[in-house]
């Protein structure tokens, strides 16, 4: 019985490794076909950007021009429209947005994290709820409003409707959960203020969960077309989407080379923008799960 145990302890240390293994390299397989899937319309946008429009058009698929033409594409797209002005109004746009989200968004997640009161777990399930309505369903009532006020046309006619983010309320309140309520009891035992504990002691301890949420209302407001294309009709407030159909309809028309050069340049800020936040941003987007 002994020799038939000895052949089965020294077999299955390999076997083990050999499935670790195995495991490894399909995990690594679909992150890597993920990764590609991701990158190529990029990689593509940017060769397009300096291909010549006879390379744009032909049968032949190449990674690089064989003609460099990138100065013509890109001065083409910076003399036709004014891109950096439209990049301006983006980050405008998202800045304005973003304070006023953080504004409000931070206290109500640290009064249904830390504070007992009546009703807090309703207006919890109330918050969840609220991340079921999409932003169509106010749109008709609210652009009555804006009209009537005469606010159309204007930054803040782009802002109002997104000020209050109820997948902010829950990401925070999520992060602030973790926070230890000790030291919560005796800032209060030192006499400070909700108002004061709240800014001083437990927002500061929340900027990987800030910058989380940074980069996803970053993303979905220099992205947004739909708002915009109903508030706006000047192009000198035009975000970088909208600002981009202005200059598809105008300029270009079938020059696609042009076209993808504006689109690299107001896709740029976003790229730099995650790539200076991604730590914070993954260190968000973990911890907001720990209790």
């Known amino acids: 019985?002994?020799?038939?145990?000895?052949?089965?302890?020294?077999?299955?240390?390999?076997?083990?490794?050999?499935?670790?293994?195995?495991?490894?390299?399909?995990?690594?397989?679909?992150?890597?076909?993920?990764?590609?899937?991701?990158?190529?319309?990029?990689?593509?946008m940017l060769v397009t950007s300096i291909k010549p429009p006879a390379e744009i058009f032909s049968a032949e698929i190449s990674l690089w021009p064989k003609q460099f033409y990138g100065l013509q594409n890109y001065g083409f797209a910076m003399e036709k429209a004014p891109l950096l002005r439209f990049a301006l109004n983006g980050v405008i746009l998202c800045g304005g947005i973003l304070i006023v989200q953080l504004l409000v968004a931070i206290p109500c997640a640290y009064a249904l994290a830390k504070l007992d009161f009546p009703g807090r777990n309703a207006l919890f399930v109330l918050v969840l709820l609220g991340l079921c309505i999409p932003v169509q369903v106010p749109a008709m009532p609210l652009y009555i409003a804006l009209a009537q006020l005469g606010l159309l046309n204007t930054y803040f006619s782009m802002m109002v409707p997104f000020f209050l983010s109820v997948f902010a309320i829950f990401l925070f309140r999520?992060?602030?959960?973790?926070?230890?309520?000790?030291?919560?009891?005796?800032?209060?035992?030192?006499?400070?203020?909700?108002?004061?504990?709240?800014?001083?002691?437990?927002?500061?301890?929340?900027?990987?969960?800030?910058?989380?949420?940074?980069?996803?209302?970053?993303?979905?407001?220099?992205?947004?077309?739909?708002?915009?294309?109903?508030?706006?009709?000047d192009a000198k407030l035009a975000p970088p989407p909208l600002g981009m159909m202005?200059?598809?309809?105008?300029?270009?028309?079938?020059?696609?080379?042009?076209?993808?050069?504006?689109?690299?340049?107001l896709t740029a800020p976003l790229v730099i923008a995650f790539l200076v936040a991604r730590r914070r941003f993954i260190d968000g987007i973990t911890m907001t799960g720990v209790k």
């Open 246 to 265: 202005f200059f598809a309809d105008a300029e270009t028309g079938s020059n696609y080379g042009a076209l993808t050069a504006a689109a690299t340049i």
């Open 174 to 233: 999520q992060f602030f959960r973790s926070f230890p309520d000790d030291i919560i009891n005796a800032a209060r035992l030192d006499g400070m203020s909700e108002f004061e504990i709240v800014w001083r002691i437990v927002t500061p301890s929340a900027w990987p969960a800030i910058a989380a949420f940074s980069v996803f209302s970053a993303v979905a407001h220099w992205n947004d077309l739909y708002w915009p294309l109903i508030v706006i009709s």
């Open 1 to 44: 019985m002994t020799d038939l145990a000895l052949p089965t302890a020294s077999v299955t240390p390999a076997h083990s490794v050999l499935r670790r293994f195995l495991s490894l390299v399909l995990i690594h397989g679909v992150l890597i076909a993920g990764a590609i899937f991701m990158l190529a319309p990029f990689v593509w």
